[in-house]
């Protein structure tokens, strides 16, 4: 059965910082992207970040250069690396992988990210 477990949300002040990390468990198959969905209360599920196996990443346009995603592929583990935080950037960040086939399509629980003014 397949895991994935995220930390590092929470309560942050504008233009501060905070890090996520979402740890991948019980794949049968090989993870080709990791990545990170926001979810605002009057927004649907939208991409922040992606990375592939390979290191390609990909961003929102209003992330770049704010956010930076990582990954391990030995430890099946992703970071984002979130810096100069922003009221808008507050929302439930999902975890989510993904292996070759459609199927293989997980998602993790959420955490919460809240950005004060």
């Known amino acids: 059965q397949v895991q994935l477990v995220e930390s590092g949300g929470g309560l942050v002040q504008a233009w501060g910082s905070l890090r996520l990390s979402c740890a991948a468990s019980?794949?049968?198959?090989?993870?080709?992207?990791m990545g990170w969905y926001r979810q605002g209360t009057e927004t649907q599920r939208a991409l922040v970040a992606t990375?592939?196996?390979?290191?390609?990443?990909d961003y929102a346009d209003s992330v770049k250069g704010r956010f930076t995603i990582s990954r391990d592929n030995a430890k099946n583990t992703a970071w984002l690396q979130m810096n100069d935080l922003k009221t808008e950037d507050t929302g439930v960040y999902y975890c989510?992988?993904?292996?070759?086939?459609?199927?293989?399509?997980?998602w993790g629980q959420g955490t919460q990210v809240t950005v004060s003014s």
């Open positions: 989510n992988v993904k292996g070759r086939s459609a199927i293989d399509n997980y």
């Open positions: 019980g794949t049968m198959f090989t993870i080709i992207h």
């Open positions: 990375i592939s196996a390979g290191g390609v990443t």
